[in-house]
């Protein structure tokens, strides 16, 4: 079985600092990765994939994410962040020969002027 | 524009109640999924359909039932044997074989 796990559950950034989410998924083979974000009370929107190629992906909104398999890791990074970026963060994986999206529990952002 | 729609957005409901939750999509996606939504515990998948009269069972199945009649549609019903039936509930859908999931903007149950 695959899992995915985000190890911050909420992080509070000062706007215009800097932003990683970390997230790490077992799994034996390179799966495909992606970052999806949630507002309160909505649907998710996705933030940027990596399926295979180069390991730093570059996402809408300013984000970006690099693979690095020696670590399973997929972290979410954005040099600057807005006070329009506060939401939740969700890491997903799904195998190459599966429909299954498997979500890890998700990061909530909290920005303080 | 082509989108997701679920409806209701909030819905309330008494114990021993079934209640259908509607997802429509007009992307002329082939599969369609239903996730819950749970405080701290990420997404959990309830159900999905590849193909129109298709679908399989999620991590959490028990308690819910679906149906696909259309490619469009993909109703969810939370039946009395739900044992915690509140939560939010995501549809989606996508290409057959591709990767990325399009969610609709959820709807709400609460069970009083």
């Known amino acids: 079985a695959q899992s995915v796990t985000q190890p911050d559950i909420h992080i509070t950034v000062s706007e215009g600092a800097s932003l990683e989410l970390r997230c790490n998924y077992s799994y034996g083979a390179t799966p495909y990765l992606f970052w999806y974000v949630q507002s309160p009370g909505q649907g998710l929107q996705l933030l940027l994939k990596y399926f295979s190629g180069d390991t730093l992906v570059q996402g809408i909104k300013g984000f970006e994410a690099e693979f690095k398999r020696s670590q399973s890791s997929f972290n979410l990074r954005k040099p600057s962040v807005h006070w329009s970026d506060a939401a939740e963060y969700f890491c997903?994986?799904?195998?190459?020969?599966?429909?299954?999206?498997?979500f890890g529990a998700g990061t909530t952002v909290t920005v303080r002027a | 524009d082509g989108g997701i729609t679920q409806s209701p957005k909030y819905l309330f409901r008494k114990e021993g109640q079934n209640v259908t939750l509607s997802c429509e999509q007009n992307?002329?996606?082939?599969?369609m999924y239903w996730y819950r939504q749970d405080p701290g515990q990420g997404l959990r998948l309830i159900y999905y359909s590849q193909i129109v009269n298709d679908f399989q069972k999620g991590d959490i199945a028990e308690g819910y039932s679906v149906s696909r009649e259309k490619k469009e549609s993909f109703p969810l019903t939370v039946t009395s044997a739900q044992k915690n039936p509140t939560a939010f509930y995501l549809c989606?859908?996508?290409?057959?074989?591709?990767?990325?999931?399009?969610f609709g903007a959820g709807s709400r149950l609460t069970v009083l």
């Open positions: 997903a994986v799904r195998r190459s020969n599966d429909y299954k999206l498997s």
């Open positions: 989606a859908s996508s290409y057959s074989g591709a990767n990325v999931l399009t």
């Open positions: 992307l002329n996606h082939d599969a």
